[in-house]
């Protein structure tokens, strides 16, 4: 009893024609100028996003995570 349907090529993969990718900032159909973005604005905006949160910019202040962590201690006086 194999599974023998009538049916041949009802599965039609569209991979070609994809629907219009929503813009991932605003939701608005995106243009083929600025995929997956709306416009310019929303390009910019998520890059600028990216940068903020991904890149911290060293200039705050020294990074208390590598102290906390205790595995190189800057300096450790043990006279
Ligand atoms: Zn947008």
Request: charged residues 30%.
């Amino acid at each position: 009893m194999s599974k023998t349907s009538g049916k041949t090529g009802e599965k039609v993969v569209t991979l070609a024609a994809k629907p219009r990718q929503p813009c991932p900032i605003c939701g608005r159909p995106a243009v083929k100028a600025h995929r997956p973005f709306c416009s310019a604005r929303c390009a910019d905006a998520d890059l600028g996003n990216w940068v903020s949160g991904r890149y911290r910019i060293p200039t705050e202040e020294a990074p208390e995570d590598a102290l906390e962590s205790g595995i190189m201690e800057p300096d450790s006086h043990e006279d």
